[in-house]
């Protein structure tokens, strides 16, 4: 299967600050990136779907001011966690799709921590 | 995409087949049952996917019933790396594929010695 590896593995940051969260496809071209977010003991959490060169959409609840997401090229789509608050503190992962494969894969994802 | 519906938990014992159900009893005709896993604190790992033709790959099987209301994963010879949440999710195929999926909360397996 594909790879998509993200970076970092884990962050701890300050209340107020700001977080960026890359997502690469390695051996693949993305034309799709998916971020979701996942509380401890709960399911995965779509959080929006960005393709390249383009705006992402949102799901419903989902602040875009929040999460701003970039998905500038067809191997990177990075998710900024703006004004990061304690609440923010959750497991982020993201997945790439291409028309190449009918299925999606994941990154490792990324342990944020606010403090 | 339809809905499914999975035990909350299993248990199996190491070197024993586990049989994983779900149920999808609003499936539709162009939409897949995938099959995905979470090892703690890991990304979700791809399984297996299939339409309605019974499926196997050097991970599993996926056998999924005559009027596709129903599936269920085999892993023939469960290991205890095979703990895990496993996932199974319903996602429209053809031009209206987006690549989007939508977890349920899936089933806990624990395989144990």
């Known amino acids: 299967g594909a790879v998509v590896s993200q970076h970092p593995s884990w962050v701890i940051c300050k209340s107020g600050t700001s977080v960026k969260i890359e997502c690469r496809s390695l051996?693949?071209?993305?034309?799709?990136m998916f971020w979701y977010r996942q509380f401890p003991k709960q399911s995965l959490m779509l959080m929006a779907t960005?393709?390249?060169?383009?705006?992402?959409?949102?799901e419903q609840g989902v602040e875009k001011d929040k999460f701003l997401i970039n998905h500038a090229s067809l191997t990177l789509s990075t998710l900024t966690v703006t004004s990061a608050h304690p609440e923010d503190s959750s497991f982020y992962i993201c997945?790439?799709?291409?028309?190449?494969?009918?299925?999606?894969?994941f990154g490792q994802g990324t342990r944020l921590t606010v403090v | 995409d339809a809905k499914t519906t999975q035990p909350p938990s299993m248990d199996c014992a190491e070197g024993r087949a586990a049989n994983l159900p779900c149920n999808h009893s609003?499936?539709?005709?162009?939409?897949?049952v995938y099959w995905y896993r979470q090892i703690h604190s890991q990304g979700p790992q791809y399984i297996i996917h299939?339409?309605?033709n019974n499926e196997t790959n050097e991970m599993a099987s996926l056998i999924i019933t005559e009027d596709r209301k129903s599936s269920t994963l085999i892993l023939p010879h469960a290991t205890l790396r095979d703990t895990a949440v496993y996932y199974c999710?319903?996602?429209?195929?053809?031009?209206?594929?987006?690549?989007?999926?939508?977890f349920g909360q899936g089933t806990t397996l624990q395989v144990k010695p």
């Open positions: 997945s790439a799709r291409s028309d190449r494969y009918t299925e999606a894969f």
């Open positions: 051996d693949f071209q993305a034309t799709t």
């Open positions: 960005s393709n390249e060169g383009s705006k992402a959409t949102y």
């Open positions: 609003t499936i539709s005709g162009n939409e897949y």
């Open positions: 299939g339409l309605k």
């Open positions: 999710i319903v996602r429209s195929g053809g031009s209206s594929n987006t690549g989007k999926l939508i």
